[in-house]
């Protein structure tokens, strides 16, 4: 099955800087790669995805790169703002089974 | 319109307990999906439902965890002989159901705690 990794594991950064997320995948057959954002005592928040006919999506403040070659795809915020603090989880898929990284704690210091 | 609701929000149980845990997908979705987050991990897939038939459980951990669909709407995810293991929070999402990998919209969770 689908395996993805996510790094890092812990992100602080100053707020008005950038944050970047990267994850990798194991299953080239993969072609669908969501971002989601989790709140303390809430569900996944979908942000961004991205499929594998295209290689970077943009909206706002938010962006993802995809790179099918290396398998590996990246979630950029810029201009980071307090209310960016969250856990972000990258994902990938081939049909409808979701498989989820590990998650990055995203601290945005005011 | 209303988003995924689960209910109860929160489960307390004591080890070798029956527990339901309820989904109420997004008005018109014809997938459901279940996952399991264990604490600091990200979800897990447990099962996949389209229309009324669970089309894939291969995620389903065991025998003691079975899930309903019905009438092709609510789902219900059951749990039996609870175990210490199981304590999780348990993730419902649901999509429109179209061809190829559509976006799956989560609900806020049910948190199941076994004593």
């Known amino acids: 099955g689908e395996n993805v990794e996510q790094h890092p594991s812990t992100l602080s950064v100053q707020e008005g800087d950038s944050a970047v997320i990267k994850c990798t995948y194991s299953?080239?057959?993969?072609?669908?790669f969501p971002w989601y954002k989790q709140e303390l005592g809430k569900g996944p928040q979908l942000i961004i995805d991205i499929r594998s006919n295209v290689g970077e999506k943009k909206d706002q403040r938010i962006a993802v790169t995809l790179n099918k070659t290396a398998k590996h795809f990246s979630l950029h915020i810029t201009e980071t703002q307090p209310e960016d603090s969250a856990v972000y989880f990258c994902?990938?898929?081939?049909?409808?089974?979701?498989?989820f990284g590990a998650g990055t704690t995203v601290t945005v210091r005011a | 319109g209303a988003g995924v609701s689960q209910t109860p929000s929160n489960k307390v149980t004591e080890k070798g307990k029956y527990v339901e845990l309820r989904c109420d997908p997004i008005?018109?979705?014809?997938?459901l999906y279940w996952y399991r987050q264990s604490l600091g991990q990200g979800p897990e897939f447990l099962i996949y439902?389209?229309?009324?038939?669970?089309?894939?459980d291969s995620g389903l951990p065991n025998d003691r965890f079975f899930a309903v669909r019905p009438e092709g709407s609510v789902s219900t995810l059951k749990i039996q002989r609870t175990e210490r293991g199981d304590s999780a929070v348990y993730l419902c999402?649901?999509?429109?159901?179209?061809?190829?990998?559509?976006?799956?919209?989560f609900g806020p969770g049910t948190r199941l705690t076994v004593l």
């Open positions: 299953d080239s057959a993969s072609n669908y």
């Open positions: 439902f389209q229309g009324t038939g669970a089309a894939d």
């Open positions: 008005s018109g979705h014809t997938a």
């Open positions: 999402a649901s999509s429109s159901g179209g061809p190829g990998t559509d976006t799956q919209y």
């Open positions: 994902a990938a898929s081939y049909d409808y089974k979701l498989s």
